[in-house]
């Protein structure tokens, strides 16, 4: 009768949580940078659009609002991938490659377009820019990314890649490139911006790439490669001089998860990854590359 009383006075403990609530930062790798030699014509390819940008903690690419965090079970693996950035490709006629898409659970982040060269931009996560010759930006996707620029007619500059946070700037002419649309700022992973598109490639001065890893398109030479881990895209190439030129390659995505320091996380075989120290009640593991599952006890 005593331990029931007892047992009645403390009340029924508390069953253990099973279930967190976790914050998502999902980009997608960068498209590539088109190619060009010239065939008779200065010629200059368009930029590789910015990777997919999805999260939880703030805008999301292309205007999209915050998604809503993901709860998820504990003691059960979710998959996650790391997109690398599209190949940027030589010679004309031959645009960038797109980015491959990052994975978390059910979120999943479009690769960037490649940038368009002698033709229009390719669509993805944010658009690649136009090639030369009156061509068009490829199209972003919906709440990741904005669209490439055009290029307007005249055939030495191309368009520069979209970004999560701006479209690509149009060529602004036969001598200059467009540059790189800009990228979004997470507070996730600390304040960084990411998933800039690539300028545009030019027989006279490239686009400058978008803030947040785009890199510049070509001056009469290669492109510049977007920086890894931001998801940005490659700069197009631009030529005068009849040699084979070289678009940028779009920078690797990331995948950053923030969740209660109450949990533990496991980032299994095949990732790459870091937890920061606790902070203000929570954990920030930033993953970097690679395919394979995370878990939390």
């Given at each position: 009768?005593?331990?029931?009383s007892?047992?009645a006075f403390?009340?029924?403990?508390?069953?253990a949580?099973t279930?967190?609530s976790?914050?998502?930062?999902?980009i997608?790798g960068?498209g590539g940078?088109?190619?060009?030699?010239v065939?008779?014509?200065?010629?200059?390819?368009g930029?590789?659009?910015?990777?997919g940008y999805r999260t939880s903690?703030?805008?999301s690419?292309?205007?999209?609002a915050a998604?809503?965090a993901?709860?998820?079970?504990l003691?059960t693996n979710y998959s996650?991938?790391?997109?690398?950035?599209?190949?940027?490709?030589?010679g004309?006629?031959?645009?960038?490659?797109t980015?491959t898409?990052s994975i978390?659970?059910t979120?999943?982040s479009?690769?960037?377009?490649?940038?368009?060269?002698r033709?229009?931009?390719?669509?993805g996560?944010?658009?690649?820019?136009a090639?030369t010759?009156?061509?068009?930006?490829g199209?972003?996707?919906?709440?990741?990314?904005?669209?490439?620029?055009n290029s307007?007619g005249?055939p030495?500059?191309g368009?520069?890649?979209g970004?999560a946070?701006?479209?690509?700037a149009?060529?602004v002419?036969s001598?200059?490139?467009?540059a790189?649309g800009?990228?979004?700022?997470?507070?996730?992973?600390?304040?960084v911006?990411?998933a800039?598109?690539g300028g545009?490639g030019?027989?006279?001065?490239g686009?400058v790439?978008?803030?947040g890893g785009?890199g510049?398109?070509g001056?009469n030479?290669?492109g510049?490669s977007g920086?890894?881990?931001?998801?940005g895209?490659?700069?197009?190439?631009g030529?005068?001089?009849s040699t084979?030129?070289t678009g940028?390659?779009?920078?690797?995505g990331?995948v950053?998860?923030?969740y209660?320091?109450?949990?533990t996380?496991?980032?299994?075989?095949?990732?790459?990854g870091?937890?920061a120290?606790?902070?203000?009640?929570?954990k920030v593991s930033?993953?970097?590359?690679g395919?394979?599952?995370?878990s939390?006890?």
């Amino acid at each position: 009768m005593i331990a029931n009383s007892i047992a009645a006075f403390l009340g029924t403990p508390a069953a253990a949580p099973t279930t967190l609530s976790v914050d998502f930062l999902v980009i997608a790798g960068g498209g590539g940078g088109g190619g060009e030699s010239v065939g008779g014509n200065q010629a200059g390819a368009g930029g590789g659009g910015a990777g997919g940008y999805r999260t939880s903690a703030g805008t999301s690419g292309g205007g999209g609002a915050a998604e809503s965090a993901l709860t998820l079970n504990l003691s059960t693996n979710y998959s996650v991938q790391v997109g690398g950035g599209g190949a940027g490709k030589s010679g004309s006629n031959n645009s960038g490659d797109t980015g491959t898409s990052s994975i978390f659970s059910t979120i999943t982040s479009s690769g960037g377009g490649g940038g368009g060269s002698r033709v229009n931009g390719i669509a993805g996560g944010s658009g690649g820019g136009a090639g030369t010759v009156g061509s068009t930006g490829g199209a972003g996707t919906t709440n990741q990314g904005y669209a490439g620029g055009n290029s307007t007619g005249a055939p030495s500059s191309g368009g520069g890649g979209g970004g999560a946070g701006a479209v690509g700037a149009n060529q602004v002419s036969s001598s200059t490139g467009g540059a790189g649309g800009a990228g979004v700022s997470s507070t996730l992973g600390g304040t960084v911006t990411r998933a800039g598109g690539g300028g545009g490639g030019s027989a006279g001065t490239g686009g400058v790439g978008g803030t947040g890893g785009g890199g510049r398109g070509g001056n009469n030479g290669n492109g510049v490669s977007g920086t890894a881990n931001t998801g940005g895209g490659g700069g197009g190439a631009g030529d005068s001089t009849s040699t084979s030129r070289t678009g940028g390659s779009g920078g690797s995505g990331i995948v950053i998860l923030k969740y209660p320091d109450t949990c533990t996380i496991t980032i299994g075989a095949g990732l790459t990854g870091t937890t920061a120290a606790p902070a203000g009640g929570f954990k920030v593991s930033t993953i970097t590359a690679g395919t394979g599952n995370v878990s939390w006890a």
